[in-house]
């Protein structure tokens, strides 16, 4: 008797979030600066999200994971629809606080980019370790360094595709799409930014377990 209704909860706790992020990618969808970059952006979402939906009936994550991947992808439609390197974090933070972040930081370009990156670690090696050990059922050291190599290399992989996005579409599109904003070092960064944000959200797993274990 009591399973059910906890069953029931995660239930609407998932249609919350499927509905939450629907409304947001509507209200994204509308008129976005670029629609060919929003297009090109989007092709994640349009991968991820018939995956994610199809796994729930077979093989469902912890509330946790759902949550991250919802925040992550939320991230993600935001920079889709101004471009990354055009969303105005520093026009909104002028209008809380009459100061912007950029002026109080001293950054030189717009960093939207760098968080996103870092957050597709911290976000989703979580659910990714959740995976890890139900599929292939690891435990201990790899149980924390699968989800660190796999967004290490998927990271690197989204890179790779992005350039030759870029190299494909060429133009205005391609440099968009690509988002360097004149930074020859971009695409390092926004892998080191992947692999930190993954290396904390494991660090933290695990002094969370050891915490747990030590009860």
């Keep these: 008797m009591g399973a059910l209704p906890l069953r029931q909860l995660k239930q609407h706790y998932?249609?919350?979030l499927g509905t939450t992020y629907l409304l947001i990618w509507l209200g994204l969808s509308i008129h976005p600066l670029y629609r060919?970059?929003?297009?090109l952006e989007n092709l994640l979402i349009f991968?991820?999200?018939p995956i994610i939906a199809a796994s729930i009936r077979w093989f469902r994550l912890s509330n946790l994971s759902y949550t991250l991947i919802f925040i992550f992808l939320s991230l993600h439609t935001l920079g889709a629809h101004y471009t990354y390197a055009e969303?105005?974090?520093d026009q909104w933070a002028k209008g809380l606080t009459g100061h912007t972040l950029s002026g109080a930081l001293g950054w030189q370009r717009n960093h939207y980019d760098r968080l996103v990156h870092f957050c597709y670690g911290l976000m989703l090696a979580y659910p990714v370790r959740e995976m890890f050990m139900r599929f292939v059922a690891v435990r201990g050291f790899?149980?924390?360094f699968l989800p660190l190599d796999l967004t290490m290399s998927t990271?690197?992989?989204y890179e790779l595709l992005e350039w030759a996005a870029a190299e494909l579409f060429g133009g205005d599109l391609g440099l968009a799409y690509l988002g360097t904003q004149g930074d020859v070092w971009d695409a390092q960064k926004d892998m080191a930014l992947a692999s930190l944000g993954a290396l904390i959200a494991m660090l933290i797993t695990a002094y969370l377990n050891y915490r747990k274990a030590r009860r």
């Design 14 to 16: 998932l249609g919350l």
């Design 36 to 39: 060919q970059d929003w297009l």
């Design 47 to 49: 991968i991820a999200l």
């Design 87 to 89: 969303v105005p974090y």
């Design 142 to 144: 790899l149980a924390y």
């Design 155 to 157: 990271s690197m992989l």
